[in-house]
């Protein structure tokens, strides 16, 4: 499970299964997952489907960042499906500022959007988080 908890953000992004279509087809791997979002007097839940090169390419854009931390770097996570979007950038002294959008009923349904700050020593963890997402298998294998 990815877990983002800052004092003004919490996210809870946990597997809950695999899918994976016929041959041939234009996107052939996807995970679910279950989205929870905190903000101080608003939560929100909600399903979404992101592809296993969607996350690989936002962990290899954290680890970048954890190893370098230069000012203006950044990393985002937005898939091809609507529902969530979360995009991070370096700012000077290790400060990361971050903007994010969900949408628990894309493409027509309400949305929020926030703004949240945390500092480096979050990118760990999250790279933690978006392996263990990676590594799901489900138990039942009916996908």
Not at 56 to 75: C, K, T, V
Not at 117 to 142: C, F, R, T, V
Request: negative net charge.
């Amino acid at each position: 499970m990815l877990s983002i908890d800052t004092a003004d953000f919490q996210l809870q992004m946990r597997p809950v299964a695999t899918q994976r279509e016929e041959p041939g087809g234009p996107y052939l791997e996807w995970l679910d997952v279950w989205i929870k979002i905190e903000v101080p007097g608003i939560q929100a839940e909600g399903a979404w489907s992101v592809m296993p090169g969607e996350l690989r390419g936002f962990l290899q854009q954290i680890q970048s960042m954890h190893a370098q931390l230069r000012p203006g770097q950044h990393a985002e996570l937005a898939g091809v499906e609507a529902g969530f979007n979360l995009r991070v950038e370096v700012l000077d002294r290790g400060a990361i500022i971050g903007d994010w959008r969900f949408q628990p009923s894309p493409p027509d349904g309400a949305c929020i959007t926030g703004h949240c700050g945390l500092d480096q020593s979050h990118l760990p963890g999250w790279m933690q988080g978006i392996e263990s997402l990676l590594a799901y298998i489900p138990s039942n294998k009916s996908a």
